[in-house]
């Protein structure tokens, strides 16, 4: 089985989630459903269809997020002793080598990327060209416009 790398705080969202979808949503749902079929006729209840849609999404989200938690491989990237290389969990600060841009992400698994959050994905392209290099090397990053340079300025485990 493969294990998935995720932050402690996109474990813990996650958990959130479940928590959420299993103590508040599933009995919401279960009761909406109870008095939907007290008005009757089935077929042409559109509560109760709702209602029983509402529950096949939910408990599609908590198989989802159970078997995304079971295959997690939460990594606390702050018990690790900080270093300038780049790993997954750090926070890095990049400058575009052309325009002096400077731009900081967290490197996080795949479900907790989130760009409008400066969250990328392990598996992106610039977090890829990342992984590995120190703070003063230059990275090499392929865009769909074309190959970008940027050279790392600081590694973070935040």
Do not use: C
């Not at 392990?122 to 190959?147: C, F, M, Q, Y």
């Amino acid at each position: 089985m493969n294990r998935v790398p995720m932050t402690v705080e996109g474990a813990e969202s996650l958990r959130a989630e479940l928590n959420n979808l299993k103590k508040v949503e599933r009995p919401a749902v279960v009761q909406a459903i109870a008095e939907a079929r007290e008005h009757g006729d089935l077929k042409e209840n559109a509560e109760y269809h709702a209602a029983r849609e509402k529950q096949g999404f939910i408990e599609g989200r908590i198989q989802e997020i159970e078997a995304k938690l079971s295959h997690a491989q939460v990594i606390d990237v702050k018990a690790i002793e900080p270093s300038d290389r780049v790993i997954f969990g750090t926070t890095v600060t990049i400058i575009h080598m052309e325009t002096d841009e400077e731009v900081t992400y967290k490197i996080v698994g795949d479900d907790e990327a989130d760009v409008k959050q400066k969250k990328i994905s392990v598996n992106s392209p610039i977090a890829r060209a990342l992984i590995g290099k120190e703070v003063g090397d230059v990275v090499e990053v392929h865009t769909p416009s074309g190959a970008v340079e940027y050279e790392i300025d600081s590694v973070e485990h935040l």
